[in-house]
T-cell receptor, first 117, second 113 residues
C-alpha cells in the first residue's frame, strides 16, 4: 500500500528558531499533499493544500508567512514553522494523494510532534 | 457548511463485547463519509468509506458503518472488540468541492481484558 513518511517524528526547539518538517511519499507520486495540525484531544485541522510545482493554498486563519510550504517534487513536501513560539507546539500531520486516486483518497504520515520551549 | 459530530469523546469496552462509536453529520448535499483510525506513532488509516452506494459499509478489521439519512448518522460498529482496537477514531466528511477532509473531534476507544 501507499506509504507516507515524516521526518523528524519529534522535535524540540527554542522559541524564535525555525523548524522544517519533511513529508515524503515513498512508493507513489504525490501530486497533492496536505498539512494538518492536531492539538491534544482534538480534531485534525487542515492547514494547507499544496500541488506539486505550485503555491500552497492556505486555510482561513493560517498564516502563510509563518507556515511555509514547499512541494518541489512529486515525492516531497516540506513545512517550515518560522520563528516558532510555544503556541506553535502541536502535532503536525501530512497526507498525500496521487492523480490516479479519487478525490477523497489520502494517505497519512505518522505525524511530527513539535515542542517549542 | 458540512461537519461531523462525534458524540462520545471516550468509549470503554471489554474485550469480546460490541463496539459502537457514534457520529452525526451535517451536510446540505449527499455526503461522502469516512472513518479513520489513529494508533500511536502510526499514520491515520482508513477503516471504511461511504460514497452513496450501499448504506451498510464494511471496512477492515471487522468494522462496519451504516449510513442513515433519516437520522443523519454514520455510526461505526464492530461485533467483538479486540485489544488491538484500542485507538483514536475519527469520523470524517469530505467538503462539497471534494478537495478537503473535515474531521470530527475523535473518540478514544479503550478495550479492557
Amino acid at each position: 500500500g501507499a506509504v507516507v513518511s515524516q521526518h523528524p517524528s519529534r522535535v524540540i526547539c527554542k522559541s524564535g528558531t525555525s523548524v522544517k518538517i519533511e513529508c515524503r511519499s515513498l512508493d507513489f507520486q504525490a501530486t497533492t499533499m496536505f498539512w494538518y495540525r492536531q492539538f491534544p484531544k482534538q480534531s485534525l485541522m487542515l492547514m494547507a493544500t499544496s500541488n506539486e510545482g505550485s503555491k500552497a493554498t492556505y486555510e482561513q486563519g493560517v498564516e502563510k508567512d509563518k507556515f511555509l510550504i514547499n512541494h518541489a517534487s512529486l515525492t516531497l513536501s516540506t513545512l517550515t514553522v518560522t520563528s516558532a513560539h510555544p503556541e506553535d507546539s502541536s502535532f503536525y500531520i501530512c497526507s498525500a494523494r496521487n492523480a490516479r486516486d479519487s478525490q477523497e483518497t489520502q494517505y497519512f504520515g505518522p505525524g511530527t510532534r513539535l515542542l517549542v520551549l | 457548511a458540512q461537519s461531523v459530530t462525534q458524540l462520545d469523546s471516550h468509549v470503554s469496552v471489554s474485550e469480546g463485547t460490541p463496539v459502537l462509536l457514534r457520529c452525526n453529520y451535517s451536510s446540505s448535499y449527499s455526503p461522502s463519509l469516512f472513518w479513520y483510525v489513529q494508533h500511536p506513532n502510526k499514520g491515520l488509516q482508513l477503516l471504511l468509506k461511504y460514497t452513496s452506494a450501499a448504506t451498510l459499509v464494511k471496512g477492515i478489521n471487522g468494522f462496519e458503518a451504516e449510513f442513515k439519512k433519516s437520522e443523519t448518522s454514520f455510526h461505526l460498529t464492530k461485533p467483538s472488540a479486540h485489544m488491538s482496537d484500542a485507538a483514536e477514531y475519527f469520523c470524517v466528511v469530505i467538503n462539497q468541492a471534494g478537495t478537503a477532509l473535515i474531521f470530527g473531534k475523535g473518540t478514544t476507544l479503550s478495550v479492557s481484558s
